[in-house]
């Protein structure tokens, strides 16, 4: 049996995390919400709905949850031509591939967003494929993102790694059965990554592309 290489992307691989709070909070000040930047912050890495849940609570109007998104989308989409990937993201997802892992996305990203973050990735020659927010019912920290993406790949849990950035993607992984790895470059404490499951901590993918031959990925 082969093994796989599953990365989250936004705030992992494409530095959009804070791109994300600026238009969340925009959206929400928008609709008469006032939510802070910073719980916007440990927010992102949920899909939209359920964000918006997690932030307005169970007394807002659902009604309106396709508004704030429409809205949040409309004010990131300024921002697909011009997404910047961390430094050494392509080179360590190129690095995998010829290492012999199959590399997949799993991400809360669809569409044109998804589109726009491989496009900011520049290393489609490297990935084998992509577990998104169109394929699954629920999102981080549901397991089904990192399952479907084990399916995508035809390995078991134990013959996979999932690096991730957020507690969201630990908790998703960790569900999954599947050894986590996590990043700082999303701006998410340590602790809190390492309290949600991930076993190894690096600063990010240029971090963990310099420390593979150490890391659960060698």
């Not at 995390?17 to 927010?43: D, K």
């Not at 899909?47 to 809205?71: F, K, Q």
């Not at 690096?202 to 150490?214: E, H, I, V």
Request: aromatic content about 6%; glycine content about 10%; hydrophobic content about 45%.
């Amino acid at each position: 049996m082969g093994r796989a290489a599953v990365f989250d992307v936004d705030g992992t691989l494409v530095d959009t995390n804070h791109l994300h709070v600026v238009t969340w909070w925009e959206a929400f000040r928008q609709a008469g919400h006032r939510v802070p930047t910073h719980a916007i912050h440990r927010a992102i890495g949920l899909g939209s709905t359920d964000l918006i849940a997690h932030l307005l609570g169970d007394d807002r109007d659902p009604a309106r949850d396709a508004e704030l998104s429409a809205a949040h989308k409309a004010l990131y989409g300024q921002y697909f031509d011009r997404l910047p990937a961390f430094q050494d993201a392509g080179r360590l997802l190129r690095r995998l591939d010829r290492d012999g892992w199959t590399v997949v996305l799993a991400t809360s990203a669809g569409g044109a967003e998804l589109s726009a973050l491989r496009r900011a990735l520049d290393a489609d020659d490297a990935i084998t494929d992509t577990a998104s927010a169109d394929d699954v019912d629920e999102g981080k920290p549901s397991p089904e993102p990192v399952e479907h993406a084990l399916e995508l790949a035809g390995v078991a849990p134990e013959q996979a790694v999932f690096v991730g950035d957020t507690v969201w993607d630990m908790r998703a992984g960790s569900r999954a059965g599947v050894r986590c790895v996590g990043v700082l470059c999303g701006g998410i404490p340590r602790t809190d990554l390492a309290g949600a499951g991930a076993t190894e901590i690096y600063d990010d993918p240029a971090d963990l592309l310099a420390s593979l031959a150490d890391s659960p990925l060698a």
